[in-house]
């Protein structure tokens, strides 16, 4: 079956620019999460889905960070106002489980956004 | 707050031997999970292996295995009869079990591993 799918797989955006990442979780899972992972660290949490309920956003580093996942299936990630210091992998993964446990999570390949 | 912490940036293996990637973690609670990511290049990060901290014997799938030490909070990843396809970056991660958890992972820096034909 189809797994997480993210698009653009690349962005390269100028300074100030809005940017949208979207992602397309495994069909039926409940929960997702987004991580931003910067060049040569691990990834780093940024928010939590169960299903539409957007039940964690510590993570996101500014008000400048926005999740929505309106109808508890796809999400999108907004930059607003981008800055240099927010290129990094922008990874999405999704869960069956609406709680962690040892359920895997599984990723999308990433979108890679470069700011200049 | 939890921590990982991988002390090796890079590891190298010969094919056909067996290496060990450290991963050691700082947390105060007693019930957690752990777990082992890879990620190819430029290809997306899969599951490994899982250990439930609750389990003393150790996790094993295949080639994989880990070395699961609760009191000094190390876990450590085998891989043995390593294959070209096991270069990587290897991950290291924690995950809360307490009930107000939401289930992030958490996430050492990671351990890029070659295999040397």
């Known amino acids: 079956g189809a797994g997480v799918s993210q698009s653009p797989r690349y962005k390269v955006a100028k300074r100030g620019q809005d940017v949208a990442l979207r992602c397309d979780p495994i069909?039926?899972?409940?929960?997702l999460f987004w991580y931003q992972q910067a060049l040569g660290q691990g990834p780093e949490f940024l928010t939590y889905f169960q299903n539409e309920a957007q039940l964690d956003k510590s993570g996101l580093p500014s008000d400048r960070f926005f999740a929505e996942r309106p109808e508890g299936s796809v999400s999108t990630l907004k930059i607003q106002r981008t800055q240099q210091e927010d290129s990094a992998v922008y990874l999405c993964?999704?869960?069956?489980?609406?709680?962690?446990?040892?359920?895997?999570?599984?990723f999308g390949p990433g979108t890679r956004l470069t700011v200049l | 707050a939890q921590t990982v912490t991988q002390s090796q940036p890079e590891m190298s293996v010969q094919e056909a031997e067996t290496v060990t990637l450290s991963c050691t973690y700082d947390?105060?609670?007693?019930?957690?999970?752990l777990f082992w990511y890879k990620q190819p290049p430029s290809r997306q990060m899969i599951l490994v292996i899982r250990?439930?901290?609750?389990?003393?014997q150790n996790a094993t799938e295949n080639r994989f295995s880990v070395n699961f030490q609760k009191a000094a909070k190390s876990f450590s990843l085998k891989i043995s009869d390593s294959q070209l396809g096991d270069a990587a970056m290897y991950f290291c991660a924690y995950r809360s079990a307490s009930r107000g958890s939401q289930g992030n992972l958490i996430f050492g820096k990671g351990t890029k591993l070659s295999v040397k034909p």
């Open positions: 993964a999704s869960s069956t489980t609406p709680y962690g446990g040892s359920h895997e999570q599984f």
């Open positions: 947390t105060s609670e007693s019930d957690y999970y």
């Open positions: 250990q439930e901290a609750y389990k003393q």
């Open positions: 069909s039926g899972h409940v929960s």
